[in-house]
C-alpha cells in the first residue's frame, strides 16, 4: 500500500506544490479542504482527479480527528493558517483560531488517532519580528510584531512541546517567504507583478504601495516544499529555518519586475500610507546552515530568477484574458 499524507491547506499556495510533490514520490494524498459556497480549487485544478479531499475546518475539533481517521496518514503537513499579516490585524481572535489553536488541534487530533503520525507545522520567518540579531537562525528569539507573527510562535512552540511531552514525531519549519506564480495576489511579490502586467497590458496606469524599504528573504515556493517532507523523513524530529541568505527590498523587488516588462517603475508606483503596517518587520534574512547541512537545502531559483518568473506568467496570463476580452482596456 502507498504512504497517505494528509496535507492542510491544499488549496493554497503551498499546498498545491507539495501535493505535486507527494503525488510525484508515488505517496497517496489526502487535503483537508473547507466548505465554501464557491470552490477554491484553482491551484490544484490539475491535480483535482489525484487526490481525495475531505471536508474539514481547523476550528472544529471533531472535523479534524473525522479527517485524520478518514485519511489514515503517516504524515500530516499542517499549513492552513489566515496568513496574511494585514489581515491579522484586523481580525486578531479569527486569526488565533486558525493560525495558533488550529495547531492544537491537528497536534491533539493526532494524539487521539494515531501517535505514530508525522507532523509538520508551517512556522513562519514573521516569528523573528524586530529582529534580535542578522542573520536569523534557529536560535534566533522571537519578538513577533503582528497577530499574525504572535500566533506563529504559539504554532511552534505547541509543536515543540507535543514532541517533548507526548514523544511526537513533531516538526516546526521556520520558512522565509516564498513565492510563485501560485502566491495570492494580495502579497507583494504578486501584487507587483500582476500591477506590471495590467499596465503593460493598458488595464492600469499605476501601482499603489506601502513601505518600499521593507527587506525580505525572498525564495520560490516549489523549492521550499521539498524542505517540509525532508523533515519528515529524517531519523529525528526537529526544526529548521529554510531561507535563500539573501536579503532585497521592495523597491528592488518592483525596479526589477517593471525592468523585465519594459518599464520604469518610478513613473508607476505610488507610495500610499493605507498600505502601511501598525507595526512592521523591517529586516529578514535567514541562515539557512543547519537545513543545508542535515536536509541538502539547495535553492534552484534564485531572486531575480523568482521575480522574472513570476512578471512572465502574469504577462502571459493577463495578455491572454484580454485577447479573450474577459478584461478590457
Ligand atoms: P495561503 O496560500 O494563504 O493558503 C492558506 C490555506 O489555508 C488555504 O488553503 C486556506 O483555504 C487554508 N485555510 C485557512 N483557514 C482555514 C481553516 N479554518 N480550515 C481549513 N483550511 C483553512 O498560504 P501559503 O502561502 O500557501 O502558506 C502555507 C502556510 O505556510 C501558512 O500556514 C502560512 O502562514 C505559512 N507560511 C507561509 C510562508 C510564505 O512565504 N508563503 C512563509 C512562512 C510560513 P481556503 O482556500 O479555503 O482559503
Ligand atoms: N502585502 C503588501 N502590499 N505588502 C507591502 C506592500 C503592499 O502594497 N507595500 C509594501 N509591502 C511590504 C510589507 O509592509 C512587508 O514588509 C513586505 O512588503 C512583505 O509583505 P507580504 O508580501 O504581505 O508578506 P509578509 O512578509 O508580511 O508575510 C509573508 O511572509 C511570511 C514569512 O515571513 C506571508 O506569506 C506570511 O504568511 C509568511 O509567514
Redesign the pocket.
Known sequence: MPKRALI??????????LAEQLLGEGLEVFG???R?STE??E?IAHLRDRVTLVQ?????QTSVIRALQRAEPQEVY???????VPTSFEQPELTA???AL?VTRMLEGIRAVDKRIRFYQ?????MFGKVRESPQSERTPFHPRSP?AVA?AYGHFMTVNYRESYGLFACS???????SP???LE?VTRKITDGVARIKHGLARELRLGNLDARRD?GF?GD?VRMMVAMLRQDRPDDYVVASGETHSVRELCQIAFARAGLDWERHVVVDASFIRPAEVDLLVGDPAKAGRELGWQPTVDFRGLVEMMVDADLARIGQAVARRELRH
Open positions: 492542510t491547506g491544499i488549496t493554497g499556495q503551498d499546498g498545491s506544490y483537508m479542504v473547507r465554501s477554491t480549487f491551484r474539514a475546518d481547523l476550528l472544529d499542517n499549513l492552513a493558517a489566515q496568513s496574511f483560531q486558525y493560525t488550529g508551517a512556522s513562519s520567518s514573521e499574525y506563529k519549519g521556520i520558512l522565509f517567504n516564498h513565492e501560485r502566491r495570492g502579497f525572498w515556493a521550499y
